[in-house]
């Protein structure tokens, strides 16, 4: 026995993490290159936005990432984790143009090539910081390979996409109707819009006859947007404005005159069944429009005041525009009421300002052809998702998707590689024009840049070189699986397996895993207004990274919600300085091993030897499948139960009554193992024990070394059963001496009624039964009678344990407590009983109520039944 322990009494994850990462980092651990031995196994990471910091959903996504590209390693695989950063168009420019209005300027005060200067020093002095801190978490990964979309790279590969899509006709500029954001100034997808439901209103308006009379009421909660109206629609079922059909109405305020239109799109149900047209300012209006030949009147600017075509109310905010309207129309008598209504009301997603509906040129993605073969990809199961019921709203998406909006007015960004001449004639170019051609043809650039998602879904190419035929491309793509949330599929899945399909002609990524979002204890969404936000860097400084992976992955089961409390990630610290004692027990015991094969095994002689192997083997089969299902919240769960509940509360226990090679041998392999196996999910504490654990040797890390495939041979079920009578047992009788207070010293004895097969089982683990449990003198017997004086029984699966009580405890107190025992569980049985009489409680209660009652009254009559027997044994 060594001396002194190789470990220090307490971990330290705040010294231990950084020392380690600094070793992965600059030992090459993280690197792969193409021609690596190994299956290749790529994932490529949802790309944080250069202006981000690391948050819970990152934490959750990159510790199941990090998991997954460790276990692949360690199986041999030549698996590549590739990184990077996303250039953020909108974000990023906010950020720096709140610097320069910090500084009383505007980014049109610099002009455009000094304020994109001004955005790339923000880059360079700001934009690591996420990368930074995803390194405390761990992550590994191949930074040498790290990425940027607005890097040189990145916009080759932007251009060649963009200009062979528009050769093709898949790309065009149009006239249609977007999501505008006023605040920001540019156009935004579908996708980059929220919907948040809101309490506002309906405003019921009176058109009159363009001959006379009374007209027709319409609804609509956007008063202001009657000045573009260009008809008023009712369903063709609708019986109530059949007279009204053909006819046409007078658009207050502005006096024109407005058709009355049938089509089906009108909800009969809302408002009054009528509706205002307005195709310039709604989707549905729009579609309506195109589909009756309406002149569309955009009544609004770039900054969501009234425009022109606005008449009198030309120059007004949005919100003062509906304010006097309403007034104007009330004084003529045509406001006939506004009432509460709830509605969903279309947010920016970056700023959060509401967005206007509104007809501009831009930009498209023709995206039918490229949805069709992204469809296919996953009916086919070239790409599946996990889990599976996730890809029904996926394609449902997909067979309803507009053409995606693709220019942004912004200047931080790709810039849309298209020419217009003197005669307005477009040029899309894969280089620049020279200064004599511009000069030549008056080219002139177009000003707008590309959405931010139309880079990020080339990544999983454009990041191995394409559009070269790499040896990276041919070896890492496609990826083996895109980690993800699943409110990420629309955003960023589908633009990537659409990309993919048309320019590698094969899906990216072979597996879509979908994890939940993280929400607080309660299953509440974290958010600085409900005051419950956690900071995974706090959460990390208090406890370590390998407590937060471990909280986080234990609850992350595919596809659903991950709920997160402090208190949780304390817990995962705890089995942390578990898992870091049972080392230091270990290494007192045996010291340094050398390096070895981890699948040659000891030969195991007691029982506690043969059942910790096959319980290994059990943890092992469940951690492999487990893991190859991309279920770490399973893998984490059975690994917790086998290294606290198996090895070190029970196997170490007994191992410390033993002083021979054989208990040396089985601890450390199997420590060795569960360090293999736990590896992914907590790389750190397992990494510096496994160190510790072997003999030095340069070089060499646990994140390298060999995973060891479940043996279903190596399992022992006869040693799992006999260990299992003795685990019965040894806890029953712990129970027995703590209700009854019996000092650690007190031996006692115990009688054992059992039948054969099942004597055989019990005597197999009777050293350790006596060990674990104190017990001085052990004998089996026929019957209790064969035991002498009043008795203590406690009955097992296997068997009836009778312990005489005589002198061993107050005779007098424990008839006191059983008494009482007895009557509570009397009480019990009866109210239970009670309730399950009640007819109506029967009937009417839902079914698992009234079968939790049953069992309930089964319980407390069996308790009951119990402690009868165990008093009459004390007569």
Known sequence: MSDDAPLPKAYAPAEVEPRLYDWWESSGFFHAEPDDPGEPFCICIPLPNVTGSLHLGHALN????????????????????????????IATQNVVEKQLAGEGLARHDLGRERFLERVWQWKEESGGLITNQMRRLGTSCDWEREAFTLDDARSRAVREVFVSLYEDGLIYRGHRLINWCPRCATA?????????????????????????????????????????????????????FVDLVGSTVVLPLLDRELPVIVDEAVDPAFGTGAVKVTPAHDPNDYEIGQRHDLESVDVMTDAATISEAGGPYAGLDRYEARRRVKADLDAQGLLVKVEPHTHALGLCSRCETVVEPRLSEQWFVAVRPLAERAIAAVRDGRTRFVPERNAKGFLDWLENLHDWCISRQLWWGHRIPVWYDRDGSEHARREDPDPAEVEAEGLTQDPDV?????????????????????PALRTWYPGEVLVTAYDINTFWVSRMLMMGLRFMHDVPFHAVLNHGLVRDKHGKKMSKSFGNVIDPLDLIDHYGADALRFALLRAAVPGQDVPMAEEWVEGARRFANKLWNAARFVLMQTGPVPHGDPADLPEPAPLEDRWILSRLEAARATA???????????????????????????????AKLRDDEGARRVLTYVLDSALRLLHPIMPFVTEEIWQALHEPAPGVSLM?????????????????????????????????????????????????????????????????????????EWRFVDAAGQVDGPLGKIPLDLAELLVPLAGLIDLDE??????????????????????????????????????????????WRTTAETLETQLAALE
């Open 814 to 859: 424990e008839r006191a407590r059983l008494t009482k025992a007895l009557h509570d569980a009397r009480v019990e049985l009866e109210r239970a009983e009670r309730k399950l009489a009640n007819e109506g409680f029967v009937a009417k209660a839902p079914p698992d109520v009234v079968d939790a009652e049953r069992a309930k009254a089964d319980k």
């Open 188 to 240: 935004l997808s579908d996708i980059e819009v929220d919907h948040e439901e809101t309490e506002g209103e309906l405003a019921y308006l009176r058109y009159p006859a363009a001959g006379g009379g009374e007209g027709v009421v319409v609804a609509t909660t956007r008063a202001e947007t009657m000045l573009g109206d260009t008809a008023v629609a009712v369903h063709p079922d609708d019986e109530r």
């Open 624 to 654: 492999d499948q487990a893991y190859a299902e991309y279920d770490l919240a399973r893998a984490s769960r059975a690994l917790y139960h086998f290294v606290w509940d198996e090895y070190c509360d029970w196997y170490l226990e007994l």
């Open 450 to 470: 590309l959405d931010t998602w139309f880079s990020s879904a080339l990544w999983p190419f454009s990041t191995q070189g394409w559009p070269d035929d790499t």
């Open 62 to 89: 990159h510790s199941i990432q990090d998991a997954l590209i460790r276990w692949a390693r360690m199986r041999g695989r030549n698996a590549l984790w590739q990184p990077g950063t996303d250039h953020a168009g």
């Open 704 to 776: 390298r070394a060999d995973w060891v495939a479940a043996a279903p041979e190596r399992r022992d079920h006869r040693a799992e059963a006999e260990f299992g009578a003795l685990h019965e047992v040894v806890t029953a009788l712990r129970r027995f001496r703590a209700d009854h207070g019996l000092a650690p010293s007190a031996r006692i004895t115990v009688g054992v009624v059992a039948e054969g097969g099942h004597r055989e089982v019990i005597a197999g683990g009777l050293d350790g039964i006596r060990r674990l449990a104190g017990v001085g």
